[in-house]
């Protein structure tokens, strides 16, 4: 497994933007994602990247304004935020897992977690 520790979050009007970090180490990923899990509802998965090909996918209800990303040099994971929702309000949770077994939207399959770190948006 991957030790993942998050950081970013906090606060923001709708219209606004955040930017979240998730550092990695003790392992090599091959796939990254981000989750999020709203009050009352399920963690779902909403963005992953390939970190083999670079290839990234969203779900519909990010796509266009969430931006999954990676620096390589600093072993660190991105998601940034923008024109932020009141509905993405979330505990959101960096994630990983380490073979090349499955594809990267298998969002089942993510065993390494980051601690979560709390976004708010107000409107």
């Known amino acids: 497994q991957v030790r993942l520790v998050e950081s970013g979050g906090g606060s923001a009007q709708a219209g606004g933007s955040l930017r979240l970090s998730c550092a990695a180490s003790?392992?090599?990923?091959?796939?990254m994602a981000w989750f999020r899990q709203a009050p009352g509802k399920e963690r779902e998965g909403i963005a992953y990247?390939?970190?083999?090909?670079?290839?990234?996918g969203y779900v519909d209800s990010v796509k266009g304004r969430f931006t999954i990303f990676r620096d390589n040099t600093a072993n660190t994971l991105y998601l940034q935020m923008n024109s932020l929702k009141a509905e993405d309000t979330a505990m959101y949770y960096c994630?990983?897992?380490?073979?090349?077994?499955?594809?990267?939207?298998?969002?089942?399959?993510?065993?390494?977690w980051g601690q979560g770190a709390q976004v708010t948006v107000s409107s």
């Open positions: 994630a990983a897992f380490v073979t090349n077994l499955w594809n990267c939207y298998s969002w089942s399959r993510y065993n390494s």
């Open positions: 990247i390939d970190l083999g090909i670079g290839v990234t």
């Open positions: 003790g392992g090599s990923p091959y796939c």
